[in-house]
């Protein structure tokens, strides 16, 4: 499948796309956020959280420092933001192995950290700056038996970006 390329105007639009993926994301799937640092990686999670059913009451942040945050939605969310890891065996006291390879959804900045750990079934979104708050996300599936199933789902999530929700 080639990739899906989107270009979101504002977070509104980054975090509606979020959403949309959350909606369509079963158990196991691992989503891999690519992008320079505050390009959007946590605010995307955000809206994939509410599009898992993770209730808008609940703050989704950043888990720099904790390694890994988990969120209760219709499936688990476990949101590894890997920035600060310096080596993979400081995980080892961290149960990412069921975040990676459970049953729940696992969202994962700075994929990199990983190294040879990564999953080889994966969605990988690469997201770049376009402009100030405007953003273009790429978004590939590997290791997929059926990698063209997701192809509509796709295009109805960029299609229903286009008109965002309000959260951030």
């Not at 270009?7 to 158990?27: H, I, M, T, Y």
């Not at 997701?150 to 286009?162: E, G, H, I, T, Y």
Request: aromatic letters at 8%.
């Amino acid at each position: 499948m080639p990739p899906l390329v989107i270009d979101c105007a504002g977070p509104e639009q980054s975090f509606e796309l979020g959403r949309q993926l959350g909606k369509l994301l079963g158990p196991g799937d691992v989503v891999l956020l690519w992008g320079e640092l505050g390009a959007g990686k946590t605010l995307f999670t955000r809206g994939l959280a509410r599009g898992l059913g993770v209730p808008a009451a609940v703050p989704v942040t950043s888990p720099t420092f904790t390694f890994i945050n988990e969120y209760a939605g219709r499936l688990p969310l476990y949101h590894l933001d890997l920035y600060r890891l310096n080596q993979p065996d400081e995980l080892d006291t961290l149960p990412w192995r069921d975040a990676l390879f459970g049953t729940g959804v696992a969202v994962v900045e700075w994929p990199d950290r990983l190294g040879e750990l990564i999953p080889t079934v994966t969605w990988d979104i690469v997201i770049e700056f376009l402009g100030e708050s405007s953003r273009r996300f790429t978004i590939n599936r590997f290791g997929s038996a059926d990698p063209l199933a997701a192809a509509p789902l796709l295009a109805q999530a960029a299609q229903a970006a286009a008109t965002p929700t309000k959260e951030p």
